[in-house]
């Protein structure tokens, strides 16, 4: 028997605006973690074991139910303290880790469980990479892992291979105890263990992977999970969807049960239109957007490359390679810039950091039931908090915290007005007459 768990407790400060936990934001109508389970399935392994924290526990069991079974980290210590809490319900089988908020093709845990029956302790599966990664790095003979080095710098690497989080382990009570052991603390206390066992002896085997990986660690990586999905979804339109006469469906395109397409709205795939979603008269979706159920894309809108959360409004706006979240509204007219006039890379500040965003296009980011107002507009990679309010007319060029709400204040002057000039007006329409 082998197990899986299921990492799900980790709090998501770099995520803000967005509120939700990660493992349950919906892809093509679908929560994240609802997929990685069928995915873990695929791999042949039915008991699944999920570490919530004391924040997410509750949701968490009312989505999933009895198809895992759950323990509660209590304090974010780690890696090692989920695994901890998990031990009463791994016992001494096996055990896949894997990370509830990094997505990989299906295949990856077929491969990793693959390998794990070939005689050794543990299977460490490493994503190759082409240029320097921010993360930890395996030192490998052939095919066995010798030690990881986090961290080491550009040009400091000990091999083209970044340790990913689906991790086999057949010996659990020596790598618990070994846990237990560790007296230092810090956040890599089980990649230290992992390290003393194969100092010990264990044998670890490395799994190179070459496909998807979409690390949900900042907001705008939940772009590249939706593309990922929708490319998942066989094109289909629901025989209940309504797709006007006059509508054009190009490509890759999904349509929902009880989702409209109205006159002249053009959809050109890759694209997910959820159910009940509707996609108003000439109004155009493309390019990888995941337009989630009962949002209206309305009137002359083009949403591109976009991720557009549940029972969100538009009306005449431009949304463009965004992420926006459920019961958002932009007022008519409200466009999203989502190219630097330099067309450099955008940065985004997280914290104290500017976070480098790898990409010159990315639009607005907006939390839950936050606000544009009429005309307003929103410079590339800003932020909008939960619940905040952009009012009309606001160019708005940084972060807005959640539950503000920033007003144009105009000075007006009231006056007599002047008598039309009515013999201009009517040269010009002489001019415009049929002659």
């Not at 990888?288 to 083009?302: F, I, K, P, Q, W």
């Amino acid at each position: 028997m082998m197990k899986a768990v299921f990492l799900a407790a980790g709090v998501g400060k770099r995520f803000v605006p967005i509120l939700k936990d990660k493992c349950l934001l919906k892809f093509c109508g679908r929560e994240l973690i609802l997929r990685q389970i069928d995915a873990i399935h695929g791999a042949g392994i039915a008991d699944i074991v999920v570490v919530c924290s004391p924040g997410n526990s509750e949701p968490i069991r009312e989505l999933v139910g009895d198809r895992a079974r759950y323990a509660v980290q209590e304090t974010p210590t780690g890696m090692a303290g989920a695994l901890l809490a998990a031990r009463d319900l791994v016992g001494d089988e096996a055990m896949l880790v894997v990370n509830a908020d990094d997505v990989f093709d299906a295949s990856l845990y077929r491969e990793v469980v693959a390998a794990g029956e070939q005689g050794v302790d543990a299977c460490i599966a490493a994503y190759e990479v082409a240029a320097y990664f921010p993360g930890g790095y395996l030192i490998v003979d052939g095919d066995h892992v010798r030690g990881i080095v986090e961290k080491p710098g550009a040009g400091q690497e000990p091999s083209n291979l970044v340790n990913i989080v689906v991790h086999l382990h057949r010996d659990t009570q020596t790598l618990f105890a070994t846990l237990d052991a560790d007296t230092q603390g810090g956040d890599d206390v089980y990649e230290r263990a992992m390290d003393a066992m194969i100092g010990a002896g264990k044998q670890f085997r490395v799994v190179p992977y070459r496909g998807f990986w979409g690390p949900l660690k900042y907001p705008w990586h939940i772009l590249a999970v939706a593309r990922h999905y929708i490319d998942q979804e066989p094109p289909r339109v629901d025989p209940t969807a309504q797709v006007h006469a006059t509508a054009e469906i190009n490509g890759h395109v999904v349509i929902e049960a009880g989702a409209r397409v109205f006159q002249n709205a053009v959809i050109n795939g890759p694209a997910y239109i959820g159910r009940q979603a509707i996609v108003g008269n000439g109004a155009l979706v493309r390019d990888g957007t995941d337009l989630e159920a009962r949002s209206v894309v309305g009137y002359s809108t083009e949403v591109k490359t976009a991720y557009i959360g549940e029972d969100c409004w538009f009306h005449t706006n431009y949304v463009g390679d965004s992420v926006i979240m459920d019961r958002c509204a932009m007022g008519s007219g409200a466009v999203t810039a989502n190219l630097r006039l330099d067309e450099q890379a955008i940065k985004v500040t997280i914290g104290d950091q500017r976070i480098d965003t790898g990409t010159n296009k990315l639009g607005v980011i907006m939390g839950e039931g936050a606000r544009l107002g009429v005309q307003a507009s929103t410079m590339p990679g800003v932020r909008v908090g939960a619940g905040a309010m952009v009012g009309a007319g606001v160019c708005l060029r940084e972060d807005l915290a959640a539950g503000k709400m920033l007003l144009l204040r105009q000075e007006t002057a009231l006056r007599d007005a002047p008598a039309a000039d009515s013999a201009s007006r009517e040269a010009m329409m002489k001019k415009l007459a049929p002659r």
